[in-house]
């Protein structure tokens, strides 16, 4: 029988079918001031997401149905590149201790309610520091632009993790910048590296927005004490 592009796009993922719709049904529970920007970004956000109606719905679905399965919503997450929050926000939803991270004081500054700390994730704040997570997430931060601190952030995600921890990195699979061997080379385990090129079917086919990215998913060595 032949695969629709989100089985595909799931089993890509190391998913299954029900886990990525279960992780939209989720998003789609949260209320709506959450939900909005959970699923659509923020409005500091400029790129295709915002400006087409259609795959925005289930923005952040992959991430989250990752989170679900590795049994971390509940856990200490650090978003990189969190922008405004919104995902945060979700995170906490969720019940977990979620902390945003942003080099753009403007998102971070001022935003109630929500654990968001000025940055760069290659040279952390002293406060990020002292602080440890099990997982590491980001979305649509490391393109081109970041090719020369990429190592120096995989090493600083690499140190704010526990043992066991997690970091999971999507992106846009025209724009994305990390190799196997970078992961390799920063003592990352690569549990999975995939990307998927389906641009040109963008706009016709869009079953849900993360069909059109690239994902990774690393696990720092180590034993943790979580049940996975
Ligand atoms: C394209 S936006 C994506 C925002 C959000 N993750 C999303 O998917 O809607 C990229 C964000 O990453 C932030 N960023 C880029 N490089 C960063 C770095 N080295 N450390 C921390 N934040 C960074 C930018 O300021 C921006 O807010």
């Known amino acids: 029988m032949t695969k629709t592009n989100s089985e595909k796009t ?31 970004g923020g409005p500091a956000t400029d790129g295709p997401w915002w400006t087409n109606p259609e795959p925005t719905e289930c923005y952040y679905s992959t991430i989250l149905a990752v989170l679900m399965k590795l049994g971390l919503t509940e856990k200490d997450i650090l978003e990189v590149g969190c922008d405004s929050g919104y995902f945060v926000r979700a995170l906490l939803f969720h019940g977990a201790n979620a902390v945003g991270l942003d080099k753009n004081k403007d ?85 999975l590296h995939a990307f998927k090129w389906n641009f040109r079917d963008y706009y016709k086919d869009a079953v849900y927005y993360d069909e059109y990215e690239y994902i990774s998913i690393c696990r720092k060595p180590g034993e943790c004490d979580r049940t996975v």
Not at 20 to 36: D, T, Y
Not at 135 to 153: G, H, N, Q, W, Y
């Open 107 to 191: 998102a971070v500054t001022n935003v109630k309610g929500l654990k968001l700390l000025h940055g760069q994730i290659e040279d952390p704040p002293e406060v990020l520091r002292k602080m440890q997570f099990d997982a590491v997430i980001s979305k649509l931060v490391f393109t081109p632009d970041c090719e020369p601190i990429k190592l120096r952030a995989l090493e600083s995600i690499n140190k704010l993790l526990r043992p066991g921890g997690y970091f999971i990195s999507q992106d846009d699979p025209y724009s994305s910048i990390f190799t196997r061997k970078d992961f390799e080379n920063t003592n990352f385990e690569v549990i």
């Open 10 to 40: 799931a089993a890509k993922c190391g998913l299954n079918e029900a886990e990525v719709r279960n992780a939209l049904r989720i998003l789609r529970q949260m209320p709506e001031s959450i939900r909005k920007f959970a699923i659509c």
